[in-house]
């Protein structure tokens, strides 16, 4: 059974930065996709950045695009995120997901294709 735990988050003042690790255990992350994915009050849950297993293969949102980036270290079985410029739009909570079976080279935006998902750590930014 995969498990999967975030942290990292906070509350950060509006153009500040802040860097999610999410620590994976009891599966083979390095042969999984991974996702941040958020949700904000009254929001459907947004695939904001993945990476394919190797990590050669990454997605951003529009949303987050310039701003974000996703990395791994399939050593140490974590995907990070960081997050920089932040706005108080990007509040919300953020969660890490692992989709088993994925396609490397159109990774999926779904939440219904990741199967593992974290309990997810909050992000306030204030203006």
């Known amino acids: 059974q995969v498990r999967l735990v975030e942290s990292g988050g906070g509350s950060v003042q509006a153009g500040g930065s802040l860097r999610l690790s999410c620590v994976a255990s009891g599966g083979i992350l390095s042969a999984t996709c991974m996702g941040w994915f958020r949700q904000g009050p009254g929001s459907e849950r947004e695939g904001i950045a993945l990476?394919?297993?190797?990590?050669?293969?990454?997605y951003y949102a529009e949303s987050v695009k310039g701003r974000a980036r996703i990395s791994r270290d399939n050593a140490e079985n974590t995907v990070f995120l960081e997050l920089n410029s932040l706005k108080p739009e990007d509040t919300a909570m953020y969660y890490c997901a692992a989709h088993m079976g994925c396609n490397i080279w159109n990774l999926s935006r779904r939440p219904s294709d990741y199967k593992y998902w974290g309990q997810g750590t909050q992000v306030t930014v204030s203006s």
């Open positions: 990476i394919s297993p190797s990590g050669g293969t990454k």
